[in-house]
């Protein structure tokens, strides 16, 4: 069973719709993080969201840290074909080092111009 | 600045056999990590390096995997009598401190393994 679900596991859209993403657990996180990878490359990192209620907007992505801390959801607005690629989340159990995270096994995004 | 290098990019290599995966990490900093990413699942954990010494090892699936980080920089995740199923790609990971209040993780690209 994973820790993360992350849902949908896949999704197609064309350019300029909105879509949103989403990270749950049954689990408590003392942060959560959600990172973007391309084919080939190394997750980079996108935002970290560490209170609950937390909301954080990096240009047309919203991210949205749920009030129980127990869940996330990512909004982007007036997609592109740029935002194209594996969108994963991340959390950080309490009393646990931040970087031993624990992945969800992400959403793949394709935006079709 | 030079981001986190992995070497090699790709490693073929036979069942049985013994194989070193290489990490840079980015100049200064302390805390590096190892994670495993299999085919449709996302990154899974398994060692933590605190300057030189392991802080938790506690994702290395058995025996057969072991990481080194002799001098607090360059790490190397040596994997002895390798199955078909330790096919996926590794990645490191620095960052800045560890702990509990860490700074976020810069990833590599990672190292594809494959076993034949």
């Known amino acids: 069973t994973q820790l993360l679900e992350q849902s949908p596991q896949f999704l197609s859209i064309q350019e300029g719709e909105n879509l949103t993403v989403y990270c749950n657990s049954s689990s408590v996180f003392s942060s959560l993080q959600w990172y973007r990878q391309e084919p080939g490359e190394g997750p980079v990192l996108l935002v970290t969201v560490v209170t609950g209620g937390e909301v954080k907007k990096l240009k047309r992505l919203t991210f949205q840290f749920g009030d129980a801390r127990k869940d996330s959801s990512l909004h982007i607005t007036a997609a592109q074909p740029g935002d194209t690629g594996l969108y994963l989340c991340a959390g950080a159990l309490y009393n646990t080092n931040a970087g031993k995270s624990t992945f969800g096994d992400g959403t793949t995004l394709t935006v079709k111009p | 600045g030079a981001g986190v290098s992995q070497t090699p990019s790709n490693k073929v290599t036979e069942k049985g056999k013994y194989v070193e995966l290489r990490c840079d990490p980015i100049?200064?900093?302390?805390?590096l990590y190892w994670y495993r990413q299999s085919l449709g699942q996302g990154p899974e954990f398994l060692i933590y390096f605190q300057g030189t010494g392991a802080a938790d090892d506690s994702g290395l699936p058995n025996d057969r995997f072991f990481a080194v980080r002799p001098e607090g920089s360059v790490s190397t995740l040596k994997i002895q009598r390798t199955e078909r199923g330790d096919s996926a790609v590794y990645l490191c990971?620095?960052?800045?401190?560890?702990?509990?209040?860490?700074?976020?993780?810069?990833f590599g690209n990672g190292t594809r393994l494959t076993v034949t």
């Open positions: 990971a620095s960052s800045l401190s560890g702990g509990m209040g860490g700074s976020p993780l810069h």
């Open positions: 100049s200064g900093h302390t805390a």
